[in-house]
């Protein structure tokens, strides 16, 4: 064979080879090149979920939260924080508190919408839901003296005394002489313990009085801000609040008869006051009280009373033994 065919047939198997390998470059997209494939897709991260109190159970206004009534669910981060700062991550944290409202089974508790703060409650918020069938609910005006120091707050049992005001006997005489001998018989108090065993349902706190604003210090710059306590301390202050129970309808009655008793023309509140009771006695049943009046003290305290003989004449004073 001829030198020079020989060099084209050489010459052509190098080309071979050269293209064969252009072809697999290419194929493996060409060393960095830009590829006409789809792009992959990128894998999702998924948000973070937290655990929220729910409601397992029918929920009504005043009743304390027990463990048996709320449970957890999850849900996303961006959920949980469209419902608000004041929701609940543990049932802990609910347990023993008092519903505000009716809450559903399912729906998840919110601490400035479902639970109570003693004198708070939503205008407009419907209550007749959470009064039991056959009941009835009144306003009962306490203060700090006959309402428990204004402690009383709702879901609490409580029993009612009445105090009221009875015209005693009065006497009109002669004495031998002739002369008119009057003894007027005023009026005595009477107690009894009348209702036992009633839940309340909501209280009403009077609206604060503003703070007074700080005047500016001498040399002009901003006064001081006096610390504020992060937790409401009741004192004794003489405020009032309205307390709404529950009660049968004559013990309705007997109520607003004592809030009129012993005045026509204003509403009268002090001859009604609460005894708070135990949260473990509101299964218990009625005790038997026997009330209180003057000469009860006398007989089963020893009370002594007052010694008719100073306001006597004398001559009918002699006759009464002491």
């Not at 428990?148 to 004495?175: A, E, F, M, R, W």
């Not at 007997?254 to 023309?265: N, P």
């Amino acid at each position: 064979m001829k030198r020079s065919n020989r060099l084209l047939i050489l010459l052509g198997i190098l080309i071979a080879i050269t293209g064969g390998l252009l072809a697999v470059v290419v194929a493996n997209g060409g060393g960095g090149g830009t590829t006409t494939g789809p792009a992959a897709s990128p894998t999702a991260t998924p948000e973070p979920t937290v655990q929220i109190v729910i409601a397992k159970v029918d929920i009504n206004l005043g009743d304390q939260i027990t463990a048996a009534m709320v449970g957890t669910k999850s849900m996303t981060l961006s959920a949980a924080a469209a419902l608000g700062p004041d929701t609940y991550s543990s049932v802990d944290q609910v347990i023993g508190k008092i519903a505000g409202g009716k809450v559903t089974a399912g729906e998840v508790l919110v601490a400035s919408r479902d639970l109570l703060n003693p004198g708070s409650m939503t205008d407009g918020q419907d209550i007749s839901g959470a009064i039991a069938t056959g009941m009835v609910a009144v306003s009962m005006e306490i203060d700090q003296t006959n309402g428990v120091g204004t402690l009383i707050v709702p879901g609490d049992h409580v029993d009612i005394i009445l105090s009221v005001y009875t015209d005693q006997i009065s006497l009109t005489n002669k004495d031998a002489a002739g002369n008119q001998i009057s003894l007027t018989g005023g009026t005595q108090v009477t107690t009894k313990m009348v209702i036992q065993n009633r839940k309340i349902l909501a209280t009403l706190l009077a609206p604060e009085a503003a703070a007074p604003t700080p005047a500016p210090a001498a040399n002009g710059s901003a006064a001081p801000i006096a610390p504020v306590p992060t937790t409401p301390i009741v004192q004794f202050t003489q405020r009032h609040m309205l307390a709404i129970i529950e009660v049968s309808p004559d013990e309705a009655e007997l109520i607003r008869w004592a809030q009129r008793a012993e005045s026509e023309g204003t509403q009268n509140y002090v001859d009604l006051s609460y005894a708070l009771r135990s949260d473990k006695d509101t299964t218990q049943p009625d005790v038997v009280t026997p009330g209180i009046t003057f000469k009860m003290l006398v007989d089963k305290y020893g009370v002594l009373p007052p010694d008719p003989r100073g306001v006597l004449p004398a001559d009918l004073a002699k006759g009464i033994q002491w």
